[in-house]
């Protein structure tokens, strides 16, 4: 069963990689690849009533994934749709490429850290379709955003999933995670942009402010409204949260209910035609669903290896065999780069036990880093650069190409700068 798996996953991850040699799209190709590990899986399993529940408990929390990712892009779409973004890009006058990389870059990197990678990522390739128009140059800048994201949301417990699953866990703190990590999610972050400087020249062409929406009429007063409100709703997801010790995708659904009340009674006096281009109906008739099923099926597959118990014997594979605890954390990081990280940490969770390990220890805090960060390296390695892919249409291999190299420079980077630290001065 275990090779089975394996082979239908290497298949599946080719056929998404040679998306364009094959012209077979993507999302088509995750989700044959999502059902195909589960028929595998309950073919050679006994138990099958076991195996079904085991899915649907997976469901449940891909579909709170999925939920949570329909809910920013539809927001995003409302945003964008009353040229809200607008409002940022023109604030933003920077258009020499070296100066507006590192700007958007750090812009990303506390983006993500305040809201998480995803919905900052979601928010920065918007915001930089306004900014840039030609494709090949913001797709850069798009490489960059998703190194930032991932890198500005390892360093608080609410920035990444995984690193929120070690803080509800009990193996990390808030205050110390983020006194630990922040330097090392900082030269993350700075390698790549010293690298990528160099090879920018010259200034960007900016998109054309309100090309989208040229025919509507709106005040500013509406534009900053429905701006100012959706920033806040996103925002306050993580607060949500912490309140209510509910999932993420139901502040993010509580918050889209909310912007959809307000939008109706700002345009409730409008003509037809108006509310036609800026409800929030138009806004969910926008986003990409694609971009969301191909999320479906790379989920489904990662959640038939992690039942199967093929992750958690790995990760017991690398502690027999390897032994030394920094390049079993950073080997876990790596694989975050080809298989998602959440269960990857929740493996190590499950091999590591508190009276060992306790919080704050090295391993955790090495293992959030690393599971944060080490997902940039592949574009499908984490939730940012899914969603990017999605939004974008990135081709799989110009990410390699262009983008793995200095990801994986970065990590390695922060990887060290988190090991010098910890040997110096704590």
Known sequence: ????????????????????????????????????????????????????????????????????????????????????????????????????????????????????????????????????????????FIGIVVIAANAGGAWTPIGDVTTTMLWIGGQISTVNIMIKLILPSLACLIIPLIIISFSLHGKVERTPISAGNSTLTLSGKKQKTVLILGLVVLILVPVFKTVTHLPPFMGMLFGLGLLWIVTEIMHYSSDNETKKHLTLVNALHKIDLSSILFFLGILMAIAAFESSGILTTIAVWLTNSIGNLSIIVLSIGLSSAIIDNVPLVAATQGMYHLSQYPMDSYLWEFLAYCAGTGGSILIIGSAAGVAAMGMEKIDFFWYVKKISWLALLGYLAGAGIYMIQEKLLF
């Open 1 to 140: 069963m275990t090779i089975l798996l394996l082979v239908i996953f290497v298949l599946g991850y080719c056929a998404i990689a040679f998306e364009n040699t094959i012209k077979v799209n993507k999302t088509a190709s995750a989700l044959i690849t999502g059902v195909l590990c589960w028929v595998a899986y309950i073919f050679f399993t006994s138990n099958k009533i076991a195996v079904n529940n085991s899915l649907i408990s997976h469901l449940g929390d891909i579909s709170g994934i999925l939920f949570f990712l329909l809910g920013a892009m539809t927001i995003v779409e409302l945003v964008d749709a009353h040229d809200g973004f607008d409002i940022i890009t023109g604030l933003i006058s920077v258009i020499h490429k070296r100066r507006l990389i590192w700007i958007i870059g750090f812009i990303t990197f506390f983006l993500s850290a305040i809201l998480d990678n995803l919905t900052a990522t979601i928010v920065m390739v918007s915001l930089l379709r306004k900014l840039i128009r030609n494709r090949e140059d913001r797709l850069l």
